[in-house]
């Protein structure tokens, strides 16, 4: 047997089938409406997660150093460094969570090819773990990449080696001041050229082991410990656990060191959300629209129904039903022409052009997430249904006499 929500129902499909130009027209806007929130939406998503994972493979998902070390400017490197790294990164590999513990020197100098010196912004790494566990995190476009047992060896940004006229096998000279405020000089020769995508980056940067940086700073420290754990989900627990247990240490996480994701995702949310109220706007005015006008053809025949008993309240249900019918409709249409565009762009890529700042572009893709995809559904269920109700409202509350003599 039907019931009488199921009648209310199927008389709100018939009456939306009234006027199919007018119907069509409403369900193509709402469906244009939700593809696009649920594209651009699911484009944010994508971008947030790619930064989000170079920040936390450059820098570990969690950084242990002493806490002069993020807050005060150095007199001398290594001023606020690690002492006894080895020991305490052999403590932090027990931790269940932790997949690895890399140690960095970061220093600055100058690097000279003989004829020409130029600043240089350098890093110390263990080889070896560096690559393994970060992954292609840069370009080699000349020679190869470090090896751990190879010392007096290093890499230069293509920037940098452009500017020294330096190839790989060519020797180079480090000049750093120590720990104790002298000048040391140290001759290494390039193993390789890489590009990290950012020129500014690539004309200042260098890569060498920790040893060679330790002996170029005449020291035994180093800058922090980046902790790189199975999860990124993990962060916040391990931070708590590894805190606890280093009282003496600060430990920051990923998203404290992240100053460019923090920077976008804040812009992001900015255009995205404005971007997302207008097109709700809009859909919202194309429904009370095409209502208004339903309504409006419909007085007469909502007089003849008062008339026989039809109570308001239900008069305003079934036109929120055709609402939230066109609505509806057109949200899963703009849902499955999302998903199609999304996993198009997965079995056809589409490179996007390098953004400002960067030499080097990016795979387009969309994120496909189901709490975005049910809150776009149920937002524009919910505006489409409530904007006709309101329509509707103010019609049906009219005298029945004056709805029958309605021309």
Do not use: C
Not at 7 to 18: G, I, P, S, Y
Not at 86 to 92: N, S, V
């Amino acid at each position: 047997m039907i019931t009488i929500s199921t009648r209310w129902l199927r008389f709100a499909a018939a009456n939306t089938l009234r006027n199919r130009r007018r119907s069509g027209v409403t369900v193509a806007i709402a469906a244009l409406g939700s593809a696009a929130i649920l594209l651009a939406g699911g484009f944010a998503i994508y971008t947030y997660e790619g930064l989000a994972e170079a920040a936390a493979r450059t820098s570990g998902h969690l950084i242990v150093a002493r806490p002069a070390q993020f807050s005060q400017d150095e007199d001398v490197p290594l001023q606020h460094g690690l002492d006894d790294a080895a020991a305490l990164k052999a403590a932090l590999l027990a931790d269940p969570q932790v997949r690895q513990v890399l140690p960095r020197v970061e220093f600055s100098g100058l690097i000279s090819n003989g004829d020409k010196s130029t600043v240089m912004v350098a890093a110390g790494i263990e080889p070896d773990a560096e690559f393994a566990v970060k992954g292609p995190f840069m370009d080699v476009r000349s020679g190869r990449v470090l090896a751990s047992g190879q010392k007096l060896q290093v890499m230069l940004g293509e920037g940098l080696a452009r500017s020294l006229k330096a190839q790989p096998g060519s020797g180079l000279t480090l000049m750093a001041s120590t720990t104790e405020g002298a000048l040391n000089a140290l001759d290494v020769t390039v193993a390789g050229t890489f590009s990290t995508g950012v020129p500014d980056l690539d004309k200042r940067l260098v890569y060498t082991d920790v040893a060679t940086a330790q002996k170029l700073l005449a020291t035994k420290r180093i800058s922090s410990l980046g902790v790189f754990l199975d999860r990124m989900a993990h962060t916040d627990e391990a931070q708590m656990r590894i805190q606890a247990a280093n009282g003496a240490l600060q430990v920051q996480t990923w998203l404290d060191q992240a100053f460019f994701y923090r920077s976008v995702k804040a812009l992001y949310n900015r255009i995205f959300g404005a971007l997302g109220l207008i097109i709700g706007v809009i859909v919202v005015f194309v429904v009370t629209n095409a209502m208004a006008m339903a309504v409006i053809e419909r007085t007469r025949e909502i007089g003849t129904l008062r008339a026989l008993g039809t109570l308001p309240a239900q008069l305003v249900r079934s036109f929120a039903l055709e609402g939230l019918l066109l609505g509806g409709v057109g949200a899963a249409l703009g849902a499955a022409l999302a998903l199609a565009v999304s996993v198009g762009l997965l079995l056809v890529p589409v490179q996007m052009p390098p953004p400002p700042g960067r030499s080097v572009g990016y795979p387009l893709q969309i994120a496909i997430d189901p709490l975005l995809y049910a809150g776009t559904l149920l937002a524009m269920v919910a505006l489409a249904g409530l904007a006709s109700a309101l329509v509707a409202r103010r019609t049906v509350a009219r005298p029945v006499v004056e709805a029958l003599a309605h021309a």
